[in-house]
């Protein structure tokens, strides 16, 4: 069943006796709805921290905790398409938010190997990871702050204003990244999981992804990775910590290099971005 809102066909009349009581499905969701809700909002998301949303099942608690939400804002992860079902039916009435409405997405890349790997080259599973795109969350919080407005009008000022404020500090980060990769001449980096479409997208990068179409590659495509990575003098492969590494560590032994953890799924999103442009800047520097 797919459901999505954008805006609200209801206003309550009534001010909210007590905050809005929200569900995400990933931590950084959580974090944007904390600042544009502050004390008007209590937020909890289903993804908890070292979990992939892959594979993730929410537990009996969750569950039962969404039969009181008041809103459940969705990503698209994985792990959604599976329960989505049940989460509506636990709170029939609840209203869906899909945090990617009004973006055009891309789709999640494939690793093909040759001399050029570009982003062009896709299988067809839309890219869930959005947020690695800070401006991409400028948008994101605009639905997010309209949503709120609808449900809890008495409170929109305090929406708005914060929604302002933390595009100021989405302004800063995006300058600060872009100090960081814009003087770059090598623009590939290599990823086991491709969380980064939207990042690279956005700040001129390419990811070269290890996983095939969401599977571990067989042998004969590790090879070629390797050749790849050797001959593009790829020497750090990026891995996401909810993820097995084994493979990823597979490639670096053979290139000689070295692997780094980054996080799509860190709550402290801002720092945590500026942390990934640090490592990417560190790693593809001549």
Known sequence: MRRALIFLLWIPVAVMAEPMHVFVSVLPLQTFVEKIGGPHVVVQA?????????????????ISALAK????????????HAWMDRI?????????LDARAGIALREMDKHRPGPVQTHHDHWHEHD??????????????????DTFSELDPSHSAD?????????????????????????LGQRQFMVFHPAWGYFADTYGLVQVPIEHEGKEPGGRALARL????????IRVIFVQPQFDERQARQVARAIGG????IDPLAQDYCNNLRQVAQQFAEVLQP
């Open 258 to 261: 070295g692997v780094i953890a």
């Open 159 to 183: 929406y708005s204003s914060n929604h302002d404020a933390f595009v100021l500090e989405l302004d800063r980060l995006d300058r600060d990244i872009r100090a960081l990769l814009e003087p």
């Open 46 to 62: 289903l993804v908890r921290p070292g979990y992939s949303p892959q594979t993730y099942d929410p537990t009996p608690q969750q």
């Open 69 to 80: 939400a008041d809103l459940y804002i969705r990503a698209g992860v994985p792990f959604e």
């Open 226 to 233: 390797i050749d790849q990575a050797k001959a593009e003098k």
């Open 128 to 145: 869930p990871h959005v947020w690695t795109s800070p401006l991409l969350v400028k948008q994101m919080i605009g639905t997010i702050r």
């Open 88 to 96: 509506l039916s636990a709170n029939p009435d609840m209203p869906i």
